[in-house]
Structures are given as structure tokens and as C-alpha cells.
């Protein structure tokens, strides 16, 4: 048998210096954290470009829902059982409350009747001290409040469905001739106390309980609310004169259509409403926009941001949110005087 001889001497073994393995592990790290880079890029882009599809989907439902609503001011139903106009009121004595009626930078209270141009429970400019311990913008944001009244159509027992309020319900029209059977919606923006989140907000007078319904958040995300008012021969302030050609000349506020101490020229002020212009700003999660800036929307825009109107500027802090503005005017179709 072949003996095998050994020399003793150990063979030589292959591997990686230390210099060779921090080299590795370092370009290693590199491309991780490239990758890591590479998907919360990703993920932000996605989240900003869902959250936009979902403002955009916000802001055609507030325009639509809005819209619908302002466009039914004044509607009076001539085929009602007991048919009754606004002239009509008049001739007999009776002083009906106006079809449009807001209040601006309001917080809103839930009324207690129909008589709301002479209510004291929402105050114009009222809405900072309302928000108390609350300083963000989901409260102190310089919001304005709308009522719209309209008569519907049908009976109680069964609406036509022609004429609905803000909620989308089916409203019916008069029954006995007086004026207060008419339909009233208000929208406001409040904070949502199970979310914290600011929406718009929607409430109606129930005739058949004879009370306002508890507002219903209808828009999650509404963080501010401005209006203004085309009107027709009025001055702010001021009695008004005579009604002009029933096209809107001057924009004003809703506190600029009030009379101190006069509630019958308040309330003829409103009825020269010809348009109404609605701004608003919509605001997405935490996280939602690539960036975290602070900056100043204005929901009327440019044209019409004024430091005498609080909220038509709206400063808003880095909290990474995508916001959006949105506005837009409504004509109004009806006749909403009383001759």
C-alpha cells in the first residue's frame, strides 16, 4: 500500500478581510435604506393621491348638495291645496321671515322656532369665544352659518319628492295656507366631537314635531365656510331703497345685511338677495400632503380676502394635512321679494 506523506504545513483558507466585510455591510445598509426611501416615497405619493380623489369627491358632493338646496330659495307652489304667497301674506298682515338669512363668523345653537331674523341664540361674530379651550382651526376658523326656506311639495302623508332638505328628504307643501309650514335648511360648520374633525353640517325644521332635528355632519373635512351675498340696491347697513333691476351690484356680508334695530328693513334686505357666493376649504387626514408648511387660504378667493371679515383669510399651521379650496356662485332662481 502507497503511504501518503504529509508536509505539517496548514493549507491556506479563503475569506474577507475586516476592511471587505465593513465595505459590504455598508453598501448593503445603502441599498436598504434606498429601498426604505423608495417605499415611503411611494407610500406618501399614494396617500396624497388618494386623499386628493377623496377632496375632489368632497368638494362635488358640497357643490351639488349646496347648490341644490340655495337653488330652491323662494320656490312658492301655486298647486298647493291652500295656495299662499308671500304678497299674499302681506295683504292679510302678516310679516313672513325671508327665504335666505345668515349670519356671519357664527357659532351655531340649535334654534328654538321659525322666527329666526329677530333670534338671539347665533350671534354674528360670535363664533371665537363659542370655540373656548378649542384654538385650532377645527373650530376657530371664522365660519358663516346659512338658512334657505322654500315650500315643498305634496302633502305630509306623501311628498311629491320635487322639493327636498339639505339631508335629501322628500319635503311636503303647505296644508293649511300659513307661511310657516314653508321648509327650512341651515348649513354651518362645527367640530365633530367623536372625530375633533371640523364638517359641514346640515339641520331642518321638522314641522311634524315642531322643532329643529340635531344637526347631522354631512362633509367630513370642512374646515372653514365663507359667504357672501349679491344684492340688489342695498347699502350696507342701511334701510334700503328702491328695488333696482333685480341683478346683483354689490357683494356683502351677512352682518353688512342687517339694520340695527329695525328687523322689518333687515329682513326686506335679504329678499334683494340675487346670489349667493359659497367659499370653502376642505382638509385631508394627517399625513396626507408630501410637505408640512404652514399657510393662508382664502375660501372666497384673493379677490375678496379682507382683515374686516374674519375667516375670508384662513392661516393654517405645518400640520401636514392636503388641503383644498373650493368656491362657487348660485343664482338665485326664484323671486324672493314679497310683491
Not at 375667516?311 to 388641503?323: K, P
Request: include cysteine; aromatic fraction near 6%.
Amino acid at each position: 500500500m502507497k503511504k501518503h506523506h504529509f508536509s505539517g504545513i496548514p493549507a491556506r483558507q479563503g475569506g474577507v478581510t475586516l476592511v471587505e466585510l465593513l465595505v459590504a455591510m455598508t453598501v448593503g445598509l445603502l441599498v436598504t435604506l434606498v429601498a426604505l426611501s423608495t417605499l415611503i416615497l411611494g407610500r406618501t405619493g399614494y396617500t396624497t393621491v388618494d386623499s386628493t380623489t377623496q377632496l375632489i369627491d368632497k368638494e362635488r358632493f358640497a357643490i351639488d348638495t349646496v347648490s341644490k338646496i340655495i337653488l330652491q330659495a323662494g320656490y312658492q307652489d301655486f298647486a298647493a291645496p291652500i295656495p299662499m304667497t308671500r304678497a299674499l301674506a302681506v295683504k292679510l298682515g302678516k310679516e313672513p321671515e325671508p327665504d335666505l338669512f345668515g349670519w356671519n363668523n357664527a357659532f351655531y345653537t340649535q334654534l328654538s322656532d321659525l322666527a329666526i331674523s329677530e333670534s338671539t341664540k347665533i350671534v354674528d361674530g360670535n363664533r371665537p369665544t363659542k370655540c373656548g379651550s378649542i384654538n385650532d382651526t377645527s373650530c376657530k376658523n371664522g365660519s358663516d352659518v346659512l338658512v334657505v326656506r322654500f315650500q315643498g311639495g305634496g302633502l305630509t302623508a306623501s311628498p311629491d319628492g320635487n322639493m327636498v332638505n339639505c339631508l335629501g328628504t322628500a319635503e311636503p307643501g303647505l296644508e293649511t295656507g300659513d307661511l310657516n309650514e314653508r321648509s327650512a335648511s341651515i348649513f354651518y360648520v362645527a367640530r365633530d366631537a367623536n372625530t375633533s374633525e371640523p364638517s359641514l353640517y346640515c339641520s331642518y325644521y321638522k314641522h311634524s314635531s315642531g322643532a329643529w332635528v340635531a344637526g347631522q355632519p354631512l362633509i367630513e373635512g370642512v374646515e372653514s365656510m365663507q359667504l357672501l351675498f349679491g344684492t340688489d340696491n342695498v347699502t350696507a347697513g342701511a334701510v334700503p331703497g328702491i328695488a333696482g333691476d333685480s341683478i346683483a351690484d354689490r357683494w356683502l356680508r351677512a352682518d353688512q345685511l342687517k339694520v340695527a334695530s329695525n328687523p322689518n328693513a333687515t329682513r326686506e334686505n335679504w329678499r334683494r338677495v340675487r346670489a349667493v357666493r359659497v367659499g370653502l376649504v376642505l382638509r385631508g387626514p394627517v399625513g396626507s400632503a408630501q410637505e408640512r408648511v404652514t399657510a393662508t387660504f382664502a375660501p372666497l378667493g384673493t379677490a375678496y380676502a379682507s382683515g374686516a371679515d374674519a375667516g375670508s383669510q384662513l392661516a393654517v399651521a405645518a400640520d401636514g394635512r392636503l388641503r383644498r379650496v373650493v368656491n362657487f356662485t348660485v343664482h338665485i332662481r326664484n323671486d324672493l321679494s314679497t310683491r
